[in-house]
């Protein structure tokens, strides 16, 4: 399987702040990357597809980019709602599709 | 859309669990239904898909010979049962599907709610 790894597992930020998650795979996977916000007790919600697609309704302070195996996210001007696990995931190997180990965001 | 998974469920080490995810507010046998799971405090884990229309599967290898995924098109819900249950398939299992993506690239944008399953003797 295709290992996907985040930086950093956990941050701590302030409201307003910009922050960056990084994902990388341990084999080229295109653009073939998708990313996640998870809160405590509820299903993941998606947030970005295919590296740099805004998922509908999400806001365009989330941003993605990256390509073959090294991606970020970047959410500006962080709000209190951010909080939670995010989660890339690569959907380009046909064995199985497999998430990072997630990095947790705290709000100050 | 909404994907509505059945109810937690408690088992004993070596049985079977069978959990469910109704689908509604689209076209159920035009998409795949995902399964993931994920244990207590880790990360979530792909177990596989069933396309709904064809009832392929696809079964990720940790998992082949245990899991099976079928579906029931007249009742738009998806399957999941899991057998040899052991200590450690103790997760939440989710069901998601892949609705409003408009390119090639497979991704999860409807997710069930979410199955407690724990495995306790």
């Known amino acids: 399987d295709i290992q996907m790894t985040q930086s950093p597992s956990s941050l701590s930020a302030s409201v307003g702040d910009r922050i960056t998650i990084t994902c990388r795979s341990s084999?080229?996977?295109?653009?073939?990357l998708n990313w996640y916000q998870q809160k405590p007790g509820k299903a993941p919600k998606p947030l970005i597809y295919?590296?740099?697609i805004l998922q509908s309704g999400v806001p365009s302070r989330f941003s993605g980019s990256g390509s073959g195996t090294d991606f970020t996210l970047i959410i500006n001007n962080l709000q209190p709602e951010d909080f939670g696990t995010y989660y890339c995931?690569?959907?380009?190997?046909?064995?199985?599709?497999?998430f990072g180990q997630g990095t947790k965001l705290e709000i100050k | 859309v909404q994907l509505v998974q059945s109810g937690a469920e408690v088992k004993k080490p070596g049985a079977s669990v069978k959990v469910s995810c109704k689908a509604s507010g689209y076209t159920f046998t035009s998409y795949n239904i995902y399964w993931v799971r994920q244990a207590p405090g880790q990360r979530l884990e792909c177990m596989g898909w069933?396309?709904?229309?064809?009832?392929?599967?696809k079964y990720s290898q940790k998992f082949q010979g245990r899991v099976t995924f079928t579906r029931d098109t007249s009742a738009t819900t998806a399957y999941l049962e899991l057998s040899s249950l052991r200590f450690e398939d103790t997760s939440v299992y989710y069901c998601?599907?892949?609705?409003?993506?408009?390119?090639?690239?497979?991704?999860?944008?409807?997710w069930g709610q979410g199955t407690l399953v724990t495995v306790s003797s």
């Open positions: 295919a590296a740099s």
């Open positions: 995931q690569q959907t380009y190997s046909t064995l199985m599709y497999t």
């Open positions: 084999q080229t996977i295109s653009n073939y």
């Open positions: 069933i396309n709904a229309g064809n009832g392929n599967t």
């Open positions: 998601a599907t892949s609705y409003r993506i408009t390119t090639a690239v497979p991704a999860f944008d409807y």
